[in-house]
């Protein structure tokens, strides 16, 4: 989404962040396929893994969840749901891509993390056209 946002010339607009629901990771940057998989579209991914937190539902005016279990860890962050209208599945602003929630490819080749980034992709201009910004 970064990519796509600096590249609409929207960075001074959009602020994106990137957060697991579980404590896997933390301070680790983007897994090495992954970064392999989003140079080859031209981008360069930077950052170090960090969890979720509650605080994130008040401070995000938009909360992407990549599957139904991210979605349901999410969620029990906010008991009092005061905050579930702001938490959208990822696949939903997909245009191009049928699928419903976005695989894991951790245990499987490169060939995963490809269509996960032409997944995101579709996804995040998807989401940056609903926006209209």
């Keep these: 989404m970064r990519y796509l946002v600096e590249e609409a010339g929207l960075s001074d607009r959009i602020i994106c962040d990137s957060a697991g629901t579980s404590s896997y990771h ?50 029990l962050l906010d008991p009092e749901r005061r905050f579930a209208d702001k938490v959208k599945m990822m696949c939903d602003y997909c245009t191009e891509y049928p699928d419903r929630e976005v695989p894991d490819p951790y245990y499987g080749g490169g060939d995963g993390f490809r269509y996960v980034v032409e997944l995101l992709q579709d996804a995040c201009s998807g989401l940056l056209r609903e926006m209209a910004v």
């Design 26 to 75: 933390i301070g680790s940057p983007p897994d090495r396929r992954m970064q392999q998989a989003a140079r080859a579209k031209g981008m360069t991914l930077t950052g170090e893994a960090r969890q979720f937190r509650a605080e994130d539902l008040e401070a995000f005016d938009l909360i992407l969840a990549m599957d139904r279990q991210n979605y349901r860890d999410i969620l």
